[in-house]
Nanobody, 125 residues
Protein backbone atom coordinates (compact mmCIF):
# COMPACT_ATOMS: atom_id res chain seq x y z
CA UNK A 1 0.00 0.00 0.00
CA UNK A 2 1.24 3.46 -0.97
CA UNK A 3 -0.19 6.76 0.17
CA UNK A 4 0.35 9.93 -1.86
CA UNK A 5 -0.13 13.47 -0.57
CA UNK A 6 0.07 16.46 -2.89
CA UNK A 7 0.89 20.00 -1.85
CA UNK A 8 1.70 23.36 -3.39
CA UNK A 9 -1.52 24.08 -5.24
CA UNK A 10 -3.26 27.41 -5.10
CA UNK A 11 -4.14 30.52 -7.08
CA UNK A 12 -1.67 32.12 -9.47
CA UNK A 13 -1.86 34.77 -12.17
CA UNK A 14 -1.32 33.96 -15.84
CA UNK A 15 2.37 33.92 -16.68
CA UNK A 16 3.31 32.99 -13.15
CA UNK A 17 4.90 29.90 -11.69
CA UNK A 18 3.92 27.26 -9.17
CA UNK A 19 5.64 24.18 -7.79
CA UNK A 20 3.67 21.09 -6.82
CA UNK A 21 5.09 18.39 -4.58
CA UNK A 22 3.98 14.87 -3.75
CA UNK A 23 5.18 12.75 -0.86
CA UNK A 24 4.82 8.97 -0.92
CA UNK A 25 4.58 6.84 2.19
CA UNK A 26 3.90 3.21 3.04
CA UNK A 27 5.49 0.65 0.74
CA UNK A 28 7.94 3.01 -0.94
CA UNK A 29 10.54 0.50 -2.12
CA UNK A 30 9.01 0.08 -5.60
CA UNK A 31 8.07 3.55 -6.82
CA UNK A 32 9.01 2.70 -10.39
CA UNK A 33 7.22 5.52 -12.20
CA UNK A 34 5.74 8.65 -10.67
CA UNK A 35 3.76 11.30 -12.44
CA UNK A 36 0.99 13.85 -12.61
CA UNK A 37 -2.47 13.94 -14.16
CA UNK A 38 -4.91 16.83 -14.14
CA UNK A 39 -8.63 17.29 -14.57
CA UNK A 40 -10.22 20.61 -15.47
CA UNK A 41 -13.90 21.36 -14.78
CA UNK A 42 -16.09 19.59 -17.30
CA UNK A 43 -13.14 17.88 -18.99
CA UNK A 44 -11.54 14.46 -18.98
CA UNK A 45 -8.59 13.55 -16.82
CA UNK A 46 -5.40 14.19 -18.81
CA UNK A 47 -1.81 13.09 -18.53
CA UNK A 48 0.67 15.83 -17.62
CA UNK A 49 4.11 14.34 -16.98
CA UNK A 50 5.87 11.24 -15.68
CA UNK A 51 9.33 10.24 -14.51
CA UNK A 52 10.89 6.81 -14.05
CA UNK A 53 13.10 5.64 -11.20
CA UNK A 54 16.16 6.33 -13.36
CA UNK A 55 15.03 9.83 -14.27
CA UNK A 56 13.60 9.44 -17.78
CA UNK A 57 10.78 11.92 -18.36
CA UNK A 58 7.70 12.16 -20.55
CA UNK A 59 5.53 15.26 -21.00
CA UNK A 60 2.19 16.03 -22.55
CA UNK A 61 2.53 18.27 -25.60
CA UNK A 62 0.46 20.95 -23.89
CA UNK A 63 3.03 21.44 -21.11
CA UNK A 64 6.29 20.60 -22.86
CA UNK A 65 8.81 23.38 -22.39
CA UNK A 66 6.85 24.94 -19.53
CA UNK A 67 6.65 22.20 -16.90
CA UNK A 68 9.50 20.21 -15.39
CA UNK A 69 9.05 17.00 -13.43
CA UNK A 70 11.67 15.75 -11.00
CA UNK A 71 11.99 13.25 -8.18
CA UNK A 72 14.05 12.63 -5.09
CA UNK A 73 14.34 8.89 -4.59
CA UNK A 74 15.85 9.27 -1.13
CA UNK A 75 12.86 11.31 0.04
CA UNK A 76 10.22 9.41 -1.98
CA UNK A 77 8.95 12.63 -3.50
CA UNK A 78 8.08 13.90 -6.96
CA UNK A 79 7.70 17.54 -7.94
CA UNK A 80 6.23 19.47 -10.83
CA UNK A 81 7.68 22.91 -11.53
CA UNK A 82 5.15 24.83 -13.60
CA UNK A 83 6.12 28.02 -15.44
CA UNK A 84 4.30 30.37 -17.82
CA UNK A 85 0.99 29.20 -16.44
CA UNK A 86 -2.14 29.92 -18.46
CA UNK A 87 -5.84 29.76 -17.59
CA UNK A 88 -6.15 26.47 -19.46
CA UNK A 89 -3.79 24.95 -16.88
CA UNK A 90 -6.49 25.39 -14.24
CA UNK A 91 -7.33 21.94 -12.90
CA UNK A 92 -7.07 19.55 -10.01
CA UNK A 93 -3.63 17.98 -10.22
CA UNK A 94 -3.19 14.38 -9.09
CA UNK A 95 0.02 12.64 -8.11
CA UNK A 96 0.27 9.05 -9.37
CA UNK A 97 2.66 6.14 -8.93
CA UNK A 98 3.18 2.79 -10.67
CA UNK A 99 4.70 -0.01 -8.60
CA UNK A 100 4.28 -2.84 -11.10
CA UNK A 101 7.12 -3.83 -13.40
CA UNK A 102 6.88 -3.90 -17.17
CA UNK A 103 6.83 -1.46 -20.07
CA UNK A 104 3.61 0.52 -20.34
CA UNK A 105 2.70 3.94 -21.65
CA UNK A 106 2.93 6.48 -18.83
CA UNK A 107 0.23 8.50 -20.59
CA UNK A 108 -2.37 5.85 -19.76
CA UNK A 109 -4.15 6.37 -16.46
CA UNK A 110 -4.52 2.62 -15.89
CA UNK A 111 -0.73 2.30 -15.83
CA UNK A 112 -0.76 3.66 -12.29
CA UNK A 113 -1.54 1.82 -9.10
CA UNK A 114 -1.98 4.65 -6.61
CA UNK A 115 -3.46 8.12 -6.79
CA UNK A 116 -3.35 11.08 -4.47
CA UNK A 117 -6.37 13.15 -3.48
CA UNK A 118 -5.40 16.04 -5.74
CA UNK A 119 -4.48 19.68 -5.30
CA UNK A 120 -6.27 22.60 -6.96
CA UNK A 121 -4.38 24.93 -9.29
CA UNK A 122 -6.27 28.02 -10.41
CA UNK A 123 -4.72 30.34 -13.01
CA UNK A 124 -6.39 33.72 -13.45
CA UNK A 125 -6.06 35.92 -16.53
Amino acid sequence: QVQLVESGGGPVQAGGSLRLSCAASGRTSSLNTMGWFRQAPGKERDFVAAITWSGSTVYADSVKGRFTISRDNAKNTVSLQMKSLQPEDTAVYYCVVRVRLGAVSPRFSDAYDYWGQGTQVTVSS
